[in-house]
């Protein structure tokens, strides 16, 4: 018998005892041991009641998990910076192994956690921290360890993905969708964290650590949100032949610096990405050795990620069995450059509205021009009045460039606004 000590029991903490209930003998027999919850510390006696707990395992104080001996494994689902920290490195030092689901944890604060797992000999897992359900923490470091990677790409939001696949389909502004998708329960009451790409951040700062064996944190990601897309750039993204989505990118130069970004992106209708809506996620890798790969399912919810929680408990449960421990641990022995987004280089989406009169176009052809940055195509659209919408694609230039020209065409009385800039991302596959 292998006893867990349960830290949370909502959402995400009752699925794992409702599938542990639900899948025991299978997973007893994959597992070489049963698994069972002795301990749960949860403010709610509610939740683990309703979960099928009985109050007799309910724990009143950290330490009655934490000084059980019996309890091997600790499964961390509180969520947060604290007190999740400081009841994993307690438990830890205590010889306990730890699986968590806490991105936030991971990506802030990684460091002193594997430091800390490796110095006591546990193991500390986390495969539920990003995508949910999705296996892509395992294969990163185990599956694909013989490949050098060159790319992650993901769609790791479903609440921004089940937004814009909304907007894309009928035509509805983001506020009319973003409210739909709170009263079905797909955004939370303040959705910041997903709308402005911080969930996103968190887990491409734990990906891109894993793929470039360089830590990375929050801090290091760039972050644009969706708020500012409205339907017009979705009817012109699809016109030009791509859809838009909020992609966290992460990628290896030629020099082996590493860009690491969250943003909407022109992604075309040909990249395997182009076709995963609604609330459902999708990871793309591609290594020098596999090649391209995708991992795709549901990026959260109960059960996904409780399978995903239950899968690390399994394998840290087979290492007890053999006397092994920390086998999987920090793989971050690297030290990339990472570069500002002003460094980087890409293709862009640029929608204006200008004053409709000859020579207008030559003007903004010319600010561009002085600042290095090539036109690939122009459409024009003729408002009523006296103004016209320019859709521009550029050629791939510098980001400085870029807002360079955008600066100096602000101030130009001929340009009334700048209605949108958006990157387009994956245009290798156009004519695949």
Known sequence: ??????????????????????????????????????????RD???????????????????????????????ELIGGIQPALDYILQAMRKGKHVVTANKDLIAEHGQILFETAAACKVDFYFEASVAGGIPIIYPLKQSLAANRI??????????????????????????????????????????????????????????????????????????????????????????????????????????????????PAFLPVTHPLAAVDDVFNAVFVYGDAVGEVMHYGRGAGQFPTASAVLGDVIDITRNIQHGISARIGCTCYDDRTILNINQLSAEFYIRMTVTDRPGVLAGIAGVFGNNNVSIASVIQKTNSGQCAELILITHRVQEQNLRDSLAVLQGMSIVSRIDNVIRLEGTDRMEV
Do not use: W
Request: aromatic share 4%; with cysteine; charged share 25%.
């Open 45 to 75: 006696a509610e939740k683990c009641l309703q979960s099928g707990l009985d109050t007799g395992s309910m724990a009143a104080h950290i330490d009655e998990i934490l000084d059980d001996e019996q309890i091997q494994i600790v499964v």
């Open 150 to 263: 060159k790319e992650v790409i993901g769609i790791l939001n479903g609440t921004t993905n089940y937004i814009l696949t909304k907007m894309s389909r009928e035509g509805r502004p983001y506020e009319e969708i973003l409210a739909e998708a709170q009263a079905l329960g797909y955004a939370e009451a303040d959705p910041t964290a997903d709308v402005e790409g911080l969930d996103a951040a968190r887990k491409i700062a734990i990906l891109s650590s894993i793929a470039f064996n360089t830590r990375i944190t929050f801090s290091d990601v760039y972050v644009e949100g969706i708020t500012a897309i409205t339907p017009a750039d979705i009817r012109y993204a699809r016109e030009l032949g791509y859809v838009v989505k909020l992609l966290a990118v992460a990628k290896e130069n030629e020099r082996e610096q590493l860009e690491i970004r969250v943003h």
């Open 1 to 42: 018998m292998v006893y867990l000590g349960l830290l949370g029991c909502g959402t995400v903490g009752s699925g794992v005892v409702k599938l542990l209930a639900q899948n025991q003998h299978t997973i007893a027999r994959r597992a070489g041991e049963e698994i069972k919850i002795k301990r749960v510390l949860e």
